[in-house]
């Protein structure tokens, strides 16, 4: 039975097809690159690397993007920003501008093509600073999802700035009381491990997820867990530092007050 849901969405395709021809040709590149088989997450078992080899197995002209048979560049996902950084192909460099995710599958936008070919061997380079910091602060946030007891309902990873909204009606979060209570846990460090478990495990302890809006990423029926020594245990398909001395020296911004349930804590960090 067709819903009428999917009715709707076709009605917006032929919409868009007559007004923009081009969108039923990137429609159907982005078939085309569905039908190609799943791509290998690198960073799944090696968050710190930094260059790796790999094969363009689909590139969409039009749109600049450029999809590899595995990747070491992370998507923009749960919060964390995509990694940008380099694809060098025969001497040639092209910049990569950002990383997202699109129908499960890693594609890199650059900001130019210059005649690539499909099946061609290239080396990327992930902009390590920038994906460092975003590790740094990853991991900080489930730190701090773990000080706090409260139902979290958003969240940002940032280069200067990452946030945490959390469900306070009562206004129970303290500021110094949290950035001590984090500092110790980052001073303790504690080594951060990942595991994977069936998500029909997950069913039977609902209390591992702590976001209310998000549901944890699940790829073939499995889901990843982040482990921080025994400090916290959550699913997540993030990046993380190895130990939370990597982290630093913790400082809690601004506590914002976002509508009567819902305050947002600011995390910055000092080195
Ligand atoms: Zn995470």
Aim: proline residues 3%; contains cysteine.
């Amino acid at each position: 039975m067709i819903s009428n849901n999917y009715i709707i969405y076709k009605i917006i395709c032929s919409t868009f097809v007559l007004i923009y021809p081009e969108y039923e040709k990137s429609q159907y590149n982005i078939f085309k690159i569905l039908l190609k088989k799943a791509m290998t997450k690198l960073f799944d078992d090696d968050a710190y690397l930094k260059e790796f080899k790999a094969k363009i197995i689909s590139i969409i002209k039009e749109d600049n993007c450029i999809e590899l048979d595995q990747t070491a560049f992370y998507a923009k996902s749960g919060g964390q920003p995509g990694d940008t950084g380099s694809i060098e192909v025969k001497g040639i460099k092209l910049k990569v501008l950002d990383t997202i995710k699109e129908n499960n599958k890693i594609i890199n936008i650059v900001d130019d093509l210059k005649d690539l070919e499909e099946n061609v061997d290239i080396i990327g380079k992930i902009n390590w600073d920038l994906r460092y910091k975003h590790m740094r602060m990853h991991t900080a946030l489930h730190l701090l999802c773990s000080t706090v007891p409260l139902g979290v309902t958003g969240g940002q990873i940032g280069y200067e700035k990452s946030r945490l909204d959390f469900n306070d009606p009562d206004k129970l979060i303290n500021k110094e009381e949290l950035e001590e209570k984090i500092n110790l846990l980052v001073e303790d460090n504690h080594t951060i491990t990942s595991e994977v478990i069936e998500s029909s495990i997950l069913e039977e302890k609902p209390e591992l997820v702590r976001t209310m809006s998000v549901k944890p990423p699940q790829v073939d029926g499995k889901i990843r867990l982040i482990r921080i020594g025994d400090v916290d245990l959550q699913p997540c398909g993030g990046t993380h530092v190895k130990s939370t001395n990597e982290i630093g020296k913790i400082q809690i911004g601004k506590i914002e007050n976002k509508g009567k349930m819902n305050r947002r804590v600011n995390l910055l960090l000092t080195s």
